[in-house]
């Protein structure tokens, strides 16, 4: 049993690694021992910087528009970032996540929203402009579901709990948690 396990996972890292090989001319910039894991949604690579060993998982969704008509990168991924599963970014102009941060399973980050002001007009037929600049410095913790909107900052070896919802700041070494996300205790350094 132990055999098969180590055959099938051997097999799933050399998928992984040809599916990296395969995509990664098609970024911006693509750091050295970065993968990216098959069935990843990529939307305009080519405005998406990727750092060193940075990890996205199967079914992450990186959406990268050029909303200033500039043709510069939207999305930065710094080093050391970690990627989970089913995560959705959308950058119309700037998303920077710095180095080391984590990103857990099915979070949502987003610095435009869908608007909704022509009531008689469906609002997928409605303009999804930029809101403001969304940034995830060194170290943080995004959990489980959490959801990041337009332009917040979570700071510095920040942890934003499972499901919460960020709709201003998050100070550095602080953990917060809820719909919308409060402040829910300050770590020491």
Known sequence: MIRSETFWQRYASLRNRMHTFLVRRRFHR???RSRIERFSKLMSPSLVIIGDDVHICEHAWLNANDDRGDGRPTLEVGNGTYIGRFVHINAWRQVKLEDRVLIADRVFI??????FAAANLPIADQPDPYLGPVLLKTGCWIGTGAVILPGVTVGRNAVVAANSVVTADVADRTVVGGVPARLIKRLDP
């Open 30 to 32: 693509w750091g050295e």
């Open 110 to 115: 987003s610095d435009c929203g869908h608007q």
